[in-house]
């Protein structure tokens, strides 16, 4: 009898166990509530190599000097915080050396012990890139003195950047460029239609036909100030834009006045955009109008 | 002799007080699901919202493309909103978003709410969707890319195998990567909402941020309405006349913030903006979809004209 009942109560418990482990097993069953685990393939056009790839533009050619005459001193001025290290204009500066031209840098050691008066007195050319200071009125009328006399006047200038979270200062050429009725607006120009590879670099062609723009075809500029007053020499097409006022037109980047020249991009003389379209070029004639002055 | 207890229990059951009080909450559980089931006509359905906000990084990438494959596996869920507030981050994390958008919208209609933000990469997120609402006071737009580019100037410090090894990307090179990226973006708005698109090429490259009245007159944004009128375009997309609505989080959950700051910036609150995007300790480029200035003692390449 006592066998009969544990017989029963250990039956009793087994089927209960049976019964509640069928229930709760079936209750964690998941029961699909999506579809087949199944994901169609992607295919976004405009992430195909095909359709965006872009490619750095080419660079070709040299920077020449085909004057026969040597010995020419070119002038350039360090002593007003500018922004120029040989570095940045090596194939400026090595180009007018390997031609057999004396290049000085006119530092802020050389002022305290020269005058800019002096140093002019022997040169044949003077180059003026992105001053941080101002010209005195002194220094204004001794450059304006020099071209005068047959010397050459390179201006180059390029616009206040941001670096970080700071801007570059600015470059206050107002001054000396307006000696020679020349000049910089504000602000970069950009062109969001037609441009090499970035908006900031512009395409820009002669406007007359002359010695600075002998062999030019087009040019590629980057982060351009546009240059007012003078001859225009090289200009921007049409959809070009300048940052600060957001205008389209064609803005001149390149111009004359005399033995003045202004340049609005000091990146054309440096290694990274001058073998760019022509540009080798238009820094060649550069040169040739730096060394054929009449002093 | 009966016990007590069973005098009281025996007394409970017969209770009419007590059967009125059972029969009266049976009654309110079955009654309106009875009721459903004999009157109700309309489709009832889901409206899944889901949040995406702050800086797209890898990481927050990785959690909204979770979410969003969630919600398309999800049978019960017949649409879903985007509620989307950022200013963009990493290409590659905004990239990653904007295909996981494009998965779901081909299976279910997906709507976008606008809450404050849906500029660069979080308008790129959200260029797939049906429709776009934004508040007058939303901003969107910046469809461009930059490039933080650290200074490279030099010989490598270590040993290696080759010139570009450490990084040495040229400028040309980086100019380039970043104008590719630019194409992509822009040829992907033209190509999702290129029929309602008022915007020229150069207009739409400018990389400017528009309100959301102005989004909507330029065809940025389709239509000014807030998260309401979202989750209801959402459920008529469905054919939904009778929803239920699933708010869902794409940020960090507790564990992952406990789990520490390495894996998402965002989360800690506590490291610069322009590392949340990078790998502290390693300088390397880096590109991104975003709006905004960023602490970053690094030189930048930008497709857009901006200052």
Redesign the interface.
């Known amino acids: 009898m006592e066998l009969r009942d544990s017989l029963l109560r250990v039956g009793v418990f087994l089927a209960v166990f049976a019964v509640a482990t069928i229930l709760t097993g079936l209750g964690s069953v998941p029961i699909?509530?999506?579809?087949p685990?199944q994901?169609?393939p992607?295919t976004?056009?405009?992430?195909q190599p095909d359709?965006?790839?872009?490619?750095?533009?080419e660079?070709t050619g040299d920077v020449t000097a085909d004057s026969t005459g040597t010995g020419q001193t070119v002038v350039i001025d360090q002593s007003h915080n500018n922004s120029v290290t040989p570095d940045q204009i090596s194939p400026f500066v090595t180009r007018l050396l390997s031609a057999g031209h004396e290049v000085v840098f006119y530092t802020d050691e050389m002022a305290d012990h020269q005058s800019l008066n002096r140093t002019l007195a022997r040169a044949d050319a003077f180059v003026v890139v992105a001053p941080g200071e101002q010209y005195n009125t002194s220094e204004q009328a001794r450059v304006a003195r020099f071209a005068d006399r047959g010397g050459r006047v390179l201006l180059v200038n390029e616009p206040t950047a941001?670096?970080?979270?700071r801007s570059t200062q600015p470059t206050p050429m107002t001054n000396l460029a307006g000696t020679f009725g020349l000049g910089f607006d504000a602000?970069?120009l950009?062109n969001?239609?037609t441009y090499d590879?970035?908006?900031r670099?512009v395409f820009a062609v002669p406007a007359t036909e002359g010695p600075l723009t002998r062999g030019v075809d087009r040019l590629t500029v980057y982060t351009a100030r546009p240059v007012v007053g003078g001859s225009a020499a090289v200009v921007t097409n049409g959809?070009t834009?300048l940052?600060?006022t957001?205008r389209d037109g064609a803005y001149t980047v390149l111009a004359r006045e005399g033995n003045a020249v202004a340049l609005g991009d000091r990146s054309l003389l440096g290694p990274?955009y001058v073998h760019t379209s022509d540009n080798e070029v238009l820094v060649s004639n550069l040169i040739e109008f730096l060394v054929s002055g009449s002093r | 002799m009966a016990n007590p207890i069973d005098r009281r229990v025996k007394t409970l059951l017969t209770s009419y007080t007590v059967l009125v009080v059972v029969a009266l909450l049976l009654g309110a559980v079955v009654g309106p699901a009875a009721s459903n089931a004999l009157f109700e006509t309309e489709e009832r359905g889901t409206v899944a919202v889901v949040t995406i906000e702050g800086p797209i990084t890898g990481p927050s990438a990785d959690d909204v493309t979770r979410e969003l494959r969630a919600v398309r596996?999800?049978?019960?869920v017949d649409a879903v909103v985007l509620r989307i507030d950022s200013g963009g981050g990493s290409v590659a994390a905004s990239?990653a978003q904007?295909?996981a958008v494009?998965?779901l919208a081909?299976e279910k209609p997906v709507v976008t709410s606008v809450r404050g933000i849906a500029a660069s990469g979080a308008y790129y997120t959200a260029l797939p969707s049906d429709e776009i609402y934004a508040t007058p006071g939303g901003l969107i737009g910046s469809v461009g890319v930059r490039a933080l580019i650290p200074q490279p100037d030099g010989v490598p410090e270590p040993v290696t195998t080759g010139p570009d090894k450490v990084g040495g990307l040229?400028?040309?090179?980086i100019?380039?990567?970043?104008?590719?990226?630019k194409?992509?973006?822009v040829?992907?708005v033209y190509?999702e909402r290129g029929d309602r698109l008022t915007l020229t090429?150069?207009e739409l490259?400018?990389a400017k941020v528009y309100s959301g009245t102005g989004a909507v007159e330029n065809g940025l944004a389709d239509a000014v309405g807030d998260l309401e009128t979202a989750i209801a375009s959402a459920a008529d997309a469905a054919g939904l006349s009778s929803y239920s609505v699933d708010y869902r989080s794409t940020t960090p959950d507790l564990l992952s913030l406990l789990r520490g700051a390495e894996t998402n910036g965002s989360a800690a609150g506590s490291l610069a903006r322009a590392t949340l995007f990078t790998t502290p300790g390693i300088d390397r480029p880096r590109y991104l979809m975003l709006w905004g200035?960023l602490?970053?003692?690094?030189?930048?390449?930008r497709?857009?004209?901006a200052?």
């Not at chain 1, 359709?51 to 750095?56: V, Y």
């Not at chain 1, 941001?162 to 979270?165: A, E, L, P, T, Y």
């Not at chain 2, 596996?73 to 019960?76: A, D, K, Q, S, V």
């Open positions: 699909p509530t999506d579809g685990n994901t169609a992607l976004v056009e405009s992430h359709s965006i790839l872009a490619q750095p533009p660079e941001q670096v970080g979270d602000g970069y950009y969001l239609q590879t970035n908006h670099a959809s834009r940052s600060t957001r990274d | 596996r999800n049978g019960t990239e904007y295909r494009k998965r081909r040229t400028d040309d090179d100019r380039a990567q970043v104008e590719t990226l194409r992509s973006f040829d992907t190509a090429r150069p490259t400018n200035d602490d970053a003692e690094a030189r930048e390449v497709t857009d004209g200052t």
